[in-house]
């Protein structure tokens, strides 16, 4: 049974940092590209960081580079999202995503709000 379960998220002030995991099972983690997405409130889900299988390759949406740093631990089946300075645009929830030749896994999302 493949899962993905998101962690971390919480109420934080602006200028503050949080750290997301996000765990995996039933997949062969290693070999997948992961990628953290957000909704935020109204708006559609967006893309903030992905990796590749290996971890080498990296990507950022514009809107958190440099704020957010995304890395995973293949031995541990986890995927990571630093987040830092965070703004109260940051507020969404936030989702893991595996994917690898068009076949994609979701979690449930956790919420993230940036507010003083």
């Known amino acids: 049974q493949v899962q993905l379960v998101e962690s971390g998220g919480g109420l934080v002030q602006p200028g503050g940092s949080l750290r997301l995991s996000c765990a995996a099972s039933?997949?062969?983690?290693?070999?997948?590209?992961m990628t953290w997405y957000r909704q935020p409130p109204g708006k559609e889900r967006e893309l903030v960081a992905s990796?590749?299988?290996?971890?080498?390759?990296?990507n950022y949406a514009t809107s958190v580079k440099g704020r957010f740093t995304i890395s995973r631990d293949n031995a541990k089946n986890t995927v990571y999202l630093q987040m830092n300075s965070l703004k109260p645009s940051d507020t969404a929830v936030y989702y893991c995503n595996g994917n690898r030749y068009g076949t994609g896994y979701w979690g449930q999302g956790t919420q993230v709000t940036i507010s003083s």
């Open positions: 039933g997949f062969t983690f290693s070999v997948y590209t």
């Open positions: 990796i590749s299988s290996d971890g080498g390759t990296k």
